[in-house]
């Protein structure tokens, strides 16, 4: 969080009192010059403290998820997959992306949102702006590109719903560069979380980590997968919340070991160490290792019974992102967001289909079961 100088509290007060009050009225009632008053307002917009034209306030509590927005074609297999023939299957299409699928969690949890991406002046782009939209999403940043496909993700499952292969055409990313931050700016500036996916290209996520400098906002950043965590800055610093599962972290910190208790939490310090404030480690059906400002744990995995494991990732990250937006400590925040993972598992969509606040309430008992 920035500490504002006297001079600029001093405005941003009176811009509360009255966000009508013009330049020369704030510099007067101040004893001010209105260039001087014109200069901390220009500031106080860089800071997100005020949302630009008009002196309009933000919202207290908001997030912002930049990233993925995802055309899913998900194929569960009836029977065992079997290499090179046809497998019967049942076919299931879904607007997804990690950094969208954070989105419509985090509002449908109550959480306002704002979502920032790129999609094609195409009929699956209009698709997923729609949903979003319909699901109470801000989308007014996200860019529309003439030259480049919404992106598409198909997912090839078994039959219990566990992943056998991915395939992603994401090349409209790569459109997604550091110059488009300058055009958001404002609207960044002004939230209270910024989420960002891997799907980003590298110079994008550290222009951003560059830019926090100043500014009131928090980043958590989600690896996506093992090639992708290669788009990380190898010094973390400024990334206050870095999710990745075993596999990334490993790769990123040039370790091995295997899927259990000790490799996990050494990972989630790895990662402290290397510069994020703090960090979650995801090991499935193993729990998830959680390295805070003052302590390392590792949380069980809530029981399930799944049927589909695409999204429980991200839901993991909403509901650890909702938590802290409310005021939870990391850990704390872990353990809801462990629970809604497994909510997720039990539904055959990405994002939960009764997600709510009250729906997660009432499974709160899960945790201790």
């Known amino acids: 969080m920035d500490h504002l100088g006297e001079q600029e509290q001093a405005v941003l007060d009176m ?12 510099a007067t009632m101040l004893g001010l010059a209105r260039s001087t008053v014109a200069a901390h307002i220009v500031q106080l917009i860089q800071k997100g403290y005020i949302l630009g034209r008009g002196y309009v306030l933000p919202a207290a509590r908001r997030a912002v998820c930049m990233g993925g927005a995802v055309l899913d074609r998900k194929y569960r297999a009836i029977e ?8 019967p299957a049942e076919g299931f299409r879904s607007p997804g992306g990690v950094a969208r699928n954070v989105a419509e969690n985090l509002a449908l949890l109550g959480t306002e949102t704002s979502f920032v991406s790129i999609v094609g002046n195409d009929e699956p782009g209009r698709e997923i702006l729609r949903h979003m939209r319909e699901r109470g999403i801000d989308v007014t940043q996200t860019q529309v590109s003439d030259s480049g496909r919404t992106a598409e993700y198909a997912a090839i499952l078994d039959p219990s719903g566990e992943l056998q292969m991915g395939l992603a055409d994401m090349a409209i990313f790569d459109e997604f560069g550091p110059a488009i931050l300058d055009r958001v700016w404002p609207h960044l500036a002004a939230a209270t979380w910024i989420f960002v996916d891997c799907n980003l290209p590298a110079d994008t996520i550290a222009a951003l980590i560059a830019r926090k400098h100043g500014a009131r906002f928090r980043i958590a950043i989600d690896a996506v997968s093992t090639p992708k ?7 973390l610093t400024g990334i206050d919340l870095i999710f990745m599962n075993l596999t990334e972290a490993n790769a990123f910190l040039g370790r091995s070991g295997e899927a259990d208790i000790d490799n996990a939490r050494a990972a989630a310090l790895g990662l402290q160490q290397a510069g994020a404030t703090q960090a979650v480690v995801s090991m499935g059906p193993h729990g998830i290792a959680v390295a ?24 993991m990250i909403a509901a650890t992102l909702h938590r802290l937006i409310e005021g939870d400590g990391v850990i ?19 994002v939960h289909h009764a997600l709510s606040a009250h729906f997660l309430e009432t499974n709160l008992y899960r945790l201790d079961a």
Request: proline share 9%; hydrophobic share 40%.
């Open 15 to 26: 811009v509360k009192a009255n966000p009508f009050a013009g330049q020369q009225e704030i």
């Open 229 to 235: 965590v290669q788009r990380l800055p190898r010094d």
């Open 292 to 315: 805070g400002s003052d302590a390392t744990v590792v949380l069980p995995a809530v029981k399930a019974h799944p049927v589909d494991m695409t999204g429980a990732g991200d839901a």
């Open 332 to 350: 704390d925040a872990a353990r809801i967001g462990s629970l809604l993972a497994a909510l997720t598992t039990e539904s055959p969509t990405s």
């Open 80 to 87: 065992t997959l079997k290499p090179g023939t046809s497998n």
